[in-house]
């Protein structure tokens, strides 16, 4: 396959009562690692980058090797841009090839989030990529994006539904009490706001700091009507402390070949128990026959 939008992918989950991972990637060898996982098990995937990791790989780079690896392996991939607060980097990466971005605007007023994502929507509607949007916000750090943990602030389930309403956005992440990075203990996930939520809208959601979460507190977010976790940390610091204990263990051992590998197959046995526990094993084989829109060049979109 080619890369594809992951509207129809997230629809599905949900509608099916699974979930897909999305996993933030800082290398073209852990976008490999990701890939390689949902083919052993065949389950879809999205491979998700950071501004930063868009500015130190650059987009086009990143689009080629996701391309390259999507048609390896032969599976359902999207390919997301995390967490843009930039209109000109989403346009960029649009440009590149990417299939699905995310304009961050949480930060700002209910009014001027509306406003930005709508900015997003007005090129989105004329090319199949998938939109994300977020309400509330979420704690943590993720890229150069800081909440501390007295400005994080819950989505109101009413402004979701009015919100959607008036953009369109085909996915949503609403806050609901994760964070980014690792938890110094169990998150405080607000269930019966996700369940609100998802009664009022029937657009696929997102879980923002799907790191290190009890698995039990995933499973229950999956079955409420989140279609979308994602991972960043925790595939992160696998793939590291993999390396380091490589060093650890034999500081003289400098082949590169010898210790990303071993960091690889640690990131990917991690991303493949992450796909299995949201339910994602098994579905892409289910989704692959379906139909996809095609996809259309943005030269063509005045913006």
């Known amino acids: 396959m080619t890369l594809v939008s992951s509207t129809p992918m997230l629809q599905e989950a949900r509608k099916s009562g699974y979930g897909i991972v999305a996993f933030n990637v800082h290398s073209f060898d852990m976008l490999y690692s990701v890939a390689e996982a949902a083919a052993e098990i065949d389950a879809p995937v999205i491979i998700q980058t950071t501004v930063g990791t868009v500015q130190n790989l650059g987009p086009d ?14 599976i359902p991939m999207a390919l997301h841009l995390d967490h843009c607060t930039d209109l000109e980097v989403i346009i960029q990466c649009i440009r590149a090839g990417y299939t699905s971005v ?22 989105a509607k004329h090319i199949d990529i998938n939109v994300e949007a977020e309400l509330g916000k979420v704690g943590g750090v993720e890229d150069n994006i800081v909440v501390s943990e007295k400005n ?9 539904k009015e919100f959607i309403h008036r953009t369109g956005v085909p996915t949503l992440a609403p806050a609901i009490g994760t964070a980014h990075g690792i938890y110094s ?3 405080d996930i607000d269930f019966d706001r996700i369940e609100e939520i998802a009664n009022l809208v029937d ?8 790191s290190a979460i009890p698995e039990d ?4 977010c999956i079955l409420l009507g ?6 960043s940390t925790e595939l992160k610091n696998a793939y590291s402390e993999a390396i380091k204990e490589h060093f650890s263990e034999m500081p003289d051992s400098l082949d590169p070949r010898k210790y990303l590998a071993k960091a690889k197959n640690v990131a990917k046995e991690l991303a493949k128990k992450k796909m299995i526990l ?18 259309y060049k943005l030269d063509s979109v005045r913006v």
């Open 226 to 231: 989140m279609a979308k976790m994602n991972v």
């Open 61 to 74: 780079s990143i689009v080629k090797t996701a391309l390259a690896a999507s048609e390896k392996y032969d």
């Open 217 to 220: 507190d995933v499973k229950q």
């Open 278 to 295: 949201v339910g994602a094993a098994g579905k892409a084989s289910e989704i692959k026959g379906k139909a996809f829109p095609n996809r």
């Open 152 to 160: 994080a602030e819950k989505a109101v389930p009413t402004e979701c």
């Open 102 to 123: 995310m304009i961050d605007a949480s930060m700002y007023p209910f009014e001027e989030n509306v406003r930005l994502t709508n900015q997003v929507m007005d090129i």
């Open 185 to 187: 203990g169990d998150p």
């Open 203 to 210: 657009e696929p959601l997102v879980l923002h700091g799907g």
